[in-house]
């Protein structure tokens, strides 16, 4: 339809000085969020069946997962008390960042001070804002594959090359070190590892994480630790910081309330410098962080008032509580797909909240990627997983086993009746 003047509506739009940012459209395309989102918006409205969403990491919907009183009341006490309204210093509450200060201190072997510590508004941004410190024209960092697409994202959006390295399912996940040291060049800044691990499940062992920090030292890169899963294990790994590592090589250490608290809508991250020698400081990394915090949007103040008591009164009964749902859940999980032929899992998981599995479509008629088949899967039995590609994974799906057990095992049965209807005579 044209204006009443005659003229053209494109060739108005045309006249226009302004569009749509390319570096945001191609970062966006990089979001696990918007993969998922694909997925739902396949599932018929007028399906006779509830969802079942086994696609992304969220349990906080689900009344086992419910955080533990002593938080919900720190809260409310720091809401009322009226001392938390105003703006906090762009790293975070003084008494914030000692409590996360020591907290981390209790796994390492030195003591951090809250001088360590930057307080974000949760993990995500906390890796928004170390890509953007180390973002300089030719750096590189280098990413696991599978991983967070959070990680592609902020590269993308700050012009840092990715390099990715593999991890290796038969071994546990571990990383591909011989990988790592071809792919590192004098540009290179950083080499991101993720344990307990999204999306793998897997959790790294001592002697591959202290191999891995001698490598980023010969590479003379520093190392992202993104443990937002922190003790969430339960298997025969336990949970190991990177940052004991740090006097063989510098760490920034990326965390967060939102896993091992079941809170991510509070938002409250970390970035920690558990770098005993001071190297990031020396190299004025630290410095260009506290540079992007001056402009980037603080955590709430209020729930930085509470983080004091959010960490030092939460009981151990809760963290094993969630500790055995999980373990549970993951067993059960393990189990039913053992059951599915054309899915195989190379690895129990140990820890977080996931489980990558492999497609092999050869089994499958009508079925093309593992997109189409997390399509199909969504249109047809209301069951949401992510699509492995969304990971660096074509033809891998991601299950998340957090979810209630009755939830679980109805959208693993959906899956098994989805498959053999698939499956090839």
Known sequence: MEKENGANPSSETERWQFGHNKAVVAAGNRSLREAIYKVIACVEETGPRPVIPIANGDPSVFPSFRTTPIAEEAIVEAVRSAEYNNYSPTNGLLSARQAVA?????DLSYKLSPDDVFLTAGCSQAIDIVISALSRPGANVLLPRPGFPMYEARCIYNNVEMRHFDLIPEQGWELDLEQVKKLADENTVAIVVCSPNNPCGSVLKYHHMEEIAKTARKLGVMIISDEVYDHLTFGSNPFIPMGIFGDI??????????KRWVVPGWRLGWIATTDPKGILRKTKVVDSIRSILDITTDPATFIQGALPQIIEKTKDDFFNNITHILRDAAELCYNKIKDIKCITCPHKPEGSMFVMVKLNLSC??????????????????????????????KNWLRITFAVEQTSLVVGLERLKLFCERHEKN
């Open 249 to 258: 090589v510098p760490v920034v250490t990326l965390g967060s309330i939102s």
């Open 102 to 106: 020591d907290y981390l201190s209790k």
């Open 364 to 393: 499958l008629v009508d079925i093309n990627d593992d997109v189409d088949f997390c399509s199909k899967l969504a249109k047809e039995e209301s069951v949401i997983v992510c699509p492995g590609s969304a990971l660096e994974m």
